[in-house]
Structures are given as C-alpha cells and as structure tokens.
C-alpha cells in the first residue's frame, strides 16, 4: 500500500521547527556539558538539561508556526522571520549580560557565561537554520 500524500506548508514547517529544535536541544547541551565541566560551574537551578530540552524544544516549534505564518501573510516572509529573531537574539543576549543570579560576583560570571552561550546558540539556530532547512528541504525530506 502507498501512503505517500503531499504535506502541508505549514506541516513542513512545524517539522523542520522541531527537527532544528533537536538539532538545537544537542548543541545546547554539548555546550552546557563543557562549560560547566570547563568552568567548574555545577550549580543547575535555573539551567538544566530538562529546562534546555523543553525551552528549546518549545521555541523552536514557535517558531517554525511563526515562520509559516510571516511567509503566507507576507512577499518577504523569509527576510522579515529573520529580522525580528535577529533583534529578539540581539535583546535577550543584551539583557543576559546583566543577570545577577546571586550575591556571589564569580558565580554571576560563570553563569552568565552558561547563559550568554545557551542565547546565543538558540538565537542563532532560530534566526538562520530554520530558514535555511525549510528552503532546503531535500536535506532532511525525500
């Protein structure tokens, strides 16, 4: 039996929102992995693997739905997505220099640093890598 059936713009979208998503989830946790492992840094109250797993897991999917919709309202969809997740990138790396976890200025600094790398992947991969894979489809699809 032959079950092949066109998919959706917006089922192609939602899915490369979740496939950039794990793609994401990995990096993001290679990236904690080593900096806490390189800084020595081990507290894991606000940043851990369960809350970088479903952050990005639920960003990513967000966005994926955002993108789909800025490209059926808009003739510059794809331009527009990046605009908005480049300035939203930008905003959230800027107020992330000045989170104050606690009292301690070296634990400020250390996981600032966990949580200026974590914006700065998720941001990036949310800018440019869901783009990229819905107008390069054939990288992941038949």
């Known amino acids: 039996m032959n079950h092949?059936?066109?998919?959706?713009?917006?089922?192609?979208?939602?899915?490369?929102?979740?496939?950039a998503g794990i793609i994401a989830t990995?990096?993001?946790l290679a990236y904690d992995f080593f900096y806490r492992d390189f800084a020595e840094f081990y507290p894991s109250?606000?940043?851990?693997?369960?809350?970088?797993?479903?952050?990005t897991m639920l960003l990513f999917t967000i966005a994926g739905i955002i993108y789909f919709f800025?490209?059926?309202?808009?003739?510059?969809?794809?331009?527009?997505?990046i605009v908005i997740f480049l300035i939203l990138t930008i905003f959230c790396f800027y107020g992330s220099l000045h989170v104050m976890r606690s009292s301690n200025a070296m634990e400020n600094q250390e996981f600032r640093g966990l949580l200026l790398g974590t914006v700065a992947v998720t941001g990036?991969?949310?800018?440019?890598?869901?783009?990229?894979?819905?107008?390069?489809?054939?990288l992941y699809n038949d």
Request: glycine share 4%.
């Open 70 to 81: 800025l490209n059926k309202l808009t003739k510059y969809g794809n331009i527009v997505y």
């Open 26 to 28: 990995l990096i993001n």
């Open 45 to 55: 109250d606000f940043i851990n693997v369960s809350s970088i797993i479903f952050a």
């Open 124 to 138: 990036l991969l949310l800018t440019f890598f869901i783009p990229y894979l819905t107008t390069h489809d054939t």
């Open 4 to 19: 092949d059936y066109p998919q959706t713009r917006l089922s192609k979208t939602l899915l490369t929102g979740v496939f």
